[in-house]
């Protein structure tokens, strides 16, 4: 089992850039995939970014493309989204999750984060 912490969320003007942490309790984080979701206030949750468990696969949805990055830092037991040229429609309560190979569905992830807000003003 692995208990996930985010941070790093907050109110930023579009175009800003925002860097979400996700700390992972536990000796076994490497053995995860894994990936950032996210929801919008009356909205499903969505599949954002995802990274293999070592680091050499990732994954992003078309609207975050080119903008977002996923890494992860295993010695650090952390994985981050770095989020630039962001837009009002990323405004968001973001997740981080872990599974054991990688995901793009919502759905397929056991372990999940209590989520960190992050807020783009036009």
């Known amino acids: 089992q692995v208990q996930l912490v985010e941070s790093g969320g907050g109110l930023v003007q579009a175009g800003g850039s925002l860097r979400l942490s996700c700390a992972a309790s536990?000796?076994?984080?490497?053995?995860?995939?894994m990936g950032w979701l996210r929801q919008a206030l009356g909205k499903e949750r969505e599949f954002v970014a995802a990274?293999?468990?070592?680091?050499?696969?990732?994954d992003y949805a078309d609207s975050v493309k080119g903008r977002f990055t996923i890494s992860r830092d295993n010695a650090k037991n952390t994985v981050y989204l770095q989020m630039n040229n962001l837009k009002p429609e990323d405004t968001a309560v973001y997740y981080c999750?872990?599974?054991?190979?990688?995901?793009?569905?919502?759905?397929?992830?056991?372990?999940w984060g209590q989520g960190t807000q992050v807020t783009v003003s036009a």
């Open positions: 999750a872990a599974r054991w190979v990688l995901a793009i569905t919502p759905g397929e992830y056991d372990y």
């Open positions: 536990g000796r076994t984080f490497s053995r995860y995939a």
């Open positions: 990274i293999s468990r070592n680091g050499g696969t990732t």
